[in-house]
């Protein structure tokens, strides 16, 4: 069956639900905004314990990967992914949850080649990317303070 171009969009237009963007936009808004109002809260509470503003940070974000991981393990993650969709990609919750889904995914297929090679499936490009972009942009300010 061979289609057009216009005739496959006409298809697609179709098949696809109607998403309310009003809605997802709030409620990405929302879920993000709990996100990241709870690793606040987390750097007030190592704070007060004692912890510099530096070191409760970190210990912030530790906490955040935590969560996230537990909660993929529980399969709640997606559900709130379901209900908050883009709010629940705050970089470090969601990168830890794209790290995380497909280890628990493919964990049948052992340790070397289940986990150990599908869990950077998705999380993998960002990392070597991220490294990559970071190296670039410290090679052009060590060039600039050369100058």
Do not use: H, W
């Amino acid at each position: 069956m061979a289609l057009t171009p216009k005739e496959y969009e006409n298809l697609s237009n179709k098949a696809a639900p109607n998403s309310n963007l009003g809605k997802n936009m709030a409620l990405a808004f929302l879920i993000g905004g709990l996100i990241c109002t709870l690793g606040q809260f987390f750097v007030n509470l190592y704070t007060k314990l004692g912890l510099d503003k530096d070191m409760a940070s970190g210990t912030a974000s530790v906490t955040l990967v935590f969560l996230s991981v537990l909660f993929t393990g529980l399969n709640l993650y997606d559900n709130l992914a379901r209900y908050g969709g883009a709010g629940t990609l705050v970089p470090i919750t969601g990168f830890a949850n794209a790290v995380a889904s497909p280890a628990l995914e493919f964990k049948s297929e052992g340790l070397i080649m289940g986990i150990g090679v599908k869990m950077f499936t998705i999380a993998g490009p960002v990392i070597v990317y991220g490294v990559s972009a970071s190296v670039i942009y410290g090679l052009i300010l060590y060039l600039f303070k050369l100058i």
